[in-house]
């Protein structure tokens, strides 16, 4: 079982609408997550870090949140434009031991005119 | 700054043959990442460097393949033999300190075909 989960898979929005992406984990111990955006044929780019401390983290239109307790991220994107088509990726980094990054196989997001 | 820089973009090649991508990291960052990223498995963590040493090469598939940083400006991953299941885009990715949690920075990918 992936230890990073994201829903939904994929997601269709009219353009200048709301979205919220979700990210569960289950990566302990917990070091920081992040949130990153892949558009079509090119690297990803971060949008968002988050520590154990921290339960929100704006850039932007994008605005991430963290609850540890529950495990749970979300990416909420405001006022979606054309260019915020691409793949979100959740990345949540364990404190210790080998092989310590977890990576979510990611939302499809795809904003329409 | 150019960014992390790959080389080549694409790769075409046939099984069995050796395989070199290149990496060139953001100038000043000590932290370098190889990832693989195909449909099936998304995103994974092949290896990573921190001041030129690798420090965690778990995710290294097997045997076939072997990374390098000879200098704090360069960076190999090498593939021999290459197999059809490496078929994959390949990034490599920067950073300032260990890794975690600045922001890394990823090149645009090499695209490898192997036929």
């Known amino acids: 079982k992936n230890q990073v989960e994201q829903s939904p898979q994929s997601l269709i929005i009219l353009e200048g609408k709301n979205c919220t992406l979700q990210?569960?984990?289950?990566?302990?111990?917990?070091?920081?997550l992040r949130w990153y955006k892949q558009d079509t044929g090119r690297g990803p780019v971060s949008l968002t870090i988050m520590t154990f401390s921290e339960n929100t983290k704006s850039n932007g239109r994008y605005t991430a949140t963290l609850d540890a307790d529950t495990k749970q991220s979300s990416l909420h994107i405001t006022a979606s434009q054309l260019s915020d088509s691409a793949s979100y990726i959740c990345v949540v980094s364990r404190q210790t031991g080998a092989n310590n990054l977890f990576f979510g196989t990611g939302t499809r997001l795809t904003v329409i005119p | 700054d150019a960014g992390v820089i790959q080389s080549p973009r694409h790769e075409v090649t046939e099984m069995g043959q050796e395989v070199t991508l290149r990496c060139k990291p953001i100038?000043?960052?000590?932290?370098l990442f190889w990832y693989r990223q195909t449909m099936m498995r998304g995103l994974e963590l092949l290896i990573y460097f921190n001041n030129n040493v690798p420090i965690d090469d778990s995710g290294m598939p097997e045997d076939r393949f072997s990374a390098k940083m000879p200098n704090a400006s360069f960076s190999t991953l090498k593939i021999q033999p290459s197999e059809p299941r490496d078929s994959a885009v390949y990034f490599c990715a920067s950073s300032l300190g260990g890794g975690s949690p600045h922001d890394q920075y990823f090149g645009p990918g090499t695209r490898l075909t192997v036929t």
């Open positions: 990210c569960n984990y289950t990566v302990s111990p917990f070091s920081n």
């Open positions: 100038s000043g960052h000590n932290s």
